[in-house]
């Protein structure tokens, strides 16, 4: 009884004092049933329903930086271990690059950056993304580095006697 009822507080806990971004993506992903099989059945629920948490915890918090990610990638997020804390600071990033990035990848003819592409960047390490981005911040740095031919003294009057 005890271990049911540490169960159902867990669920009840996530239930009552989650984020409502939060509560509605857990709502949104996955259904009452979900909660009920974790409250009755733990060998089998537990690390499923866990998950299940997890990933609407990550998804919520996207989703408060103004980034939608589907239950897929918020799942597999959650696998990785990424906490409600990483995710709050991950997808803060993300959400101040992600109009930079694209912007970058639009001037220079390349295809943009998905919220997927910056997620695995920012989460996962992935050193293909790291590294497009690079190059396009590199080519726009490269853009405006040049100087005028205009030098400290090209605009100084001589010191001819009049």
Same mark, same amino acid.
């Given at each position: 009884?005890?271990?049911?009822?540490?169960?159902?507080?867990?669920?009840?806990?996530? $239930?009552?004092?989650?984020?409502?971004?939060?509560? /509605? $993506?857990?709502?949104?992903?996955? *259904?009452?049933?979900?909660?009920?099989?974790? %409250?009755?059945?733990?060998?089998?629920?537990?690390?499923?329903?866990?998950?299940?948490?997890?990933?609407?915890?990550?998804? &919520?918090?996207?989703?408060?930086? &103004?980034?939608?990610?589907?239950?897929?990638?918020?799942?597999?997020?959650?696998?990785?271990? $990424?906490?409600?804390?990483? %995710?709050?600071?991950?997808?803060?990033?993300?959400?101040?690059?992600?109009?930079?990035?694209?912007?970058? /990848?639009?001037?220079?003819?390349?295809?943009?950056? *998905?919220?997927?592409?910056?997620?695995?960047? *920012?989460?996962?390490?992935?050193?293909?993304?790291?590294?497009?981005?690079?190059?396009?911040?590199?080519?726009?740095?490269?853009?405006?580095?040049?100087?005028?031919?205009?030098?400290? *003294?090209?605009?100084?009057?001589?010191?001819?006697?009049?």
């Amino acid at each position: 009884p005890d271990e049911v009822n540490n169960r159902v507080k867990a669920a009840t806990d996530f $239930i009552n004092r989650k984020d409502p971004q939060e509560l /509605a $993506i857990f709502k949104k992903f996955y *259904t009452n049933g979900d909660m009920i099989a974790y %409250a009755l059945d733990p060998t089998r629920a537990q690390p499923l329903v866990g998950k299940a948490f997890e990933a609407a915890t990550i998804a &919520g918090q996207a989703q408060t930086q &103004g980034i939608s990610i589907d239950k897929g990638l918020a799942e597999g997020l959650a696998g990785d271990g $990424i906490t409600r804390d990483q %995710a709050q600071q991950g997808f803060g990033l993300i959400a101040q690059e992600q109009g930079n990035a694209n912007k970058l /990848a639009s001037v220079y003819g390349q295809d943009g950056f *998905t919220t997927s592409d910056l997620v695995n960047e *920012t989460f996962r390490a992935d050193a293909s993304v790291a590294n497009r981005r690079k190059k396009l911040a590199s080519q726009e740095r490269g853009n405006f580095s040049g100087t005028s031919g205009i030098g400290a *003294t090209s605009l100084s009057q001589g010191s001819g006697a009049l």
